[in-house]
Nanobody
Framework: QVQLVESGGGLVQAGGSLRLSCAAS????????MGWFRQAPGKEREFVAA????????YYDDSVRGRFTISRDNAKNTEYLQMDSLKPEDTAVYYC?????????????????WGQGTQVTVSS
């Protein structure tokens, strides 16, 4: 079992930046693909970004490519999501996720473990 805890959410003005963190605990000896998803009020959960356990493969949704940067520090069992040039439409609860599959991207069913979420609100 792996436990995931997100932090770093908050309120920011449009054009600003936030950095989300996701700390993993429990069985962290396995190699996990890590991902970020988000869910806005009244909408379905959507994929944001994913990173291979090696850090060598990264994939972004088109809506955030060029503005968000996913990274990980395996020594700290932590992944990050640097969010720049934020827009009001980025407002959502952001969730980190992990899977022991070799690779996964936007399919939420591919992920085995989920954090509780952190709220990001971007004001116009």
């Amino acid at each position: 079992q792996v436990q995931l805890v997100e932090s770093g959410g908050g309120l920011v003005q449009a054009g600003g930046s936030l950095r989300l963190s996701c700390a993993a605990s429990g069985r962290t000896d396995s190699r996990y693909v890590m991902g970020w998803f988000r869910q806005a009020p009244g909408k379905e959960r959507e994929f944001v970004a994913a990173i291979h356990w090696s850090g060598a493969i990264i994939y972004y949704d088109d809506s955030v490519r060029g503005r968000f940067t996913i990274s990980r520090d395996n020594a700290k069992n932590t992944e990050y999501l640097q969010m720049d040039s934020l827009k009001p439409e980025d407002t959502a609860v952001y969730y980190c996720a992990a899977t022991s599959k070799n690779w996964a991207t936007r399919g939420s069913d591919d992920y085995d473990y989920w954090g509780q979420g952190t709220q990001v609100t971007v004001s116009s």
